[in-house]
């Protein structure tokens, strides 16, 4: 059984970079063909996609956050790692990691919520 | 990558079946086989539901059918009951500026 939880902060403040950790159990992110989203959900609003990536480390991005966003893997840890930079209040979401089955996504963790306040 | 646009809400009674738009453009919905959709219940993560337009993952009960037409997508919910009361989302590959998904603006399926 693959599982996906995400880890992180509860709280930021503006302008701090907020770290999330997502370690999956049941398969390896080595495995060939593993790819690896992070999608965000703010309360009450839609899901919004913010970055991939591969089991050759392949990184893909939100070209709307690009230049905040970074994604990492530590295989021996079996986690993916999401940094985004100069956090605002209107990052305030649920982050969900989700493992992908070719270009959908088809296991999620069960979200961290993330608030950004002073 | 502007979201997709789906209806705010549909509804339906039990039994009856609905079906949901998702309308995008050449550059993600109508340019390629890879549009999938979620249901999701409160506070609760997003479920896979459909994925490659039409194909539904195992467990997952055939009274939910996508297909697309162009640049919209739709799926279907036949024989509604009362468990399918959730916001739906659906999402598409796009690579117009950059490889990347988009997902639809949500639709709220309410059980009358």
């Known amino acids: 059984q693959v599982t996906l939880k995400e880890s992180g902060p509860a709280l930021v403040k503006p302008t701090q970079t907020l770290t999330l950790t997502c370690t999956f159990s049941?398969?390896?992110?080595?495995?060939?063909?593993?790819?690896a989203s992070w999608v965000r959900q703010p309360p009450g609003k839609a899901l919004e996609w913010l970055a991939r990536?591969?089991?050759?480390?392949?990184?893909f991005y939100s070209s709307s956050l690009k230049t905040r966003l970074s994604v990492s893997k530590d295989t021996s840890k079996n986690q993916v790692v999401l940094t985004m930079t100069n956090m605002d209040p209107v990052d305030t979401a649920t982050y969900y990691c989700?493992?992908?089955?070719?270009?959908?996504?088809?296991?999620w963790g069960q979200g961290t919520m993330v608030t950004v306040s002073s | 990558q502007s979201a997709l646009t789906q209806p705010a809400s549909v509804s339906g009674s039990p039994g009856q079946s609905i079906t949901i738009s998702c309308t995008g453009t050449?550059?993600?919905?109508?340019?390629?086989?890879?549009v999938s959709w979620y249901q999701q219940h409160p506070g609760k993560a997003p479920k896979l539901l459909i994925y490659?337009?039409?194909t539904r993952p195992s467990g997952i009960s055939n009274r939910f059918s996508g297909s697309k037409s162009g640049n919209t997508a739709s799926l279907t919910i036949s024989g509604l009951q009362a468990e399918d009361e959730a916001d739906y989302y659906c999402s598409s590959y796009t690579a117009s500026s950059t490889l990347g998904y988009v997902f639809g603006t949500g639709t709220k399926v309410t059980v009358l």
């Open positions: 990536i591969d089991w050759n480390d392949d990184k």
């Open positions: 049941g398969i390896s992110l080595s495995t060939n063909a593993m790819r």
């Open positions: 490659e337009v039409g």
């Open positions: 050449s550059s993600d919905v109508g340019g390629y086989k890879y």
């Open positions: 989700a493992r992908h089955l070719v270009n959908a996504f088809d296991i």
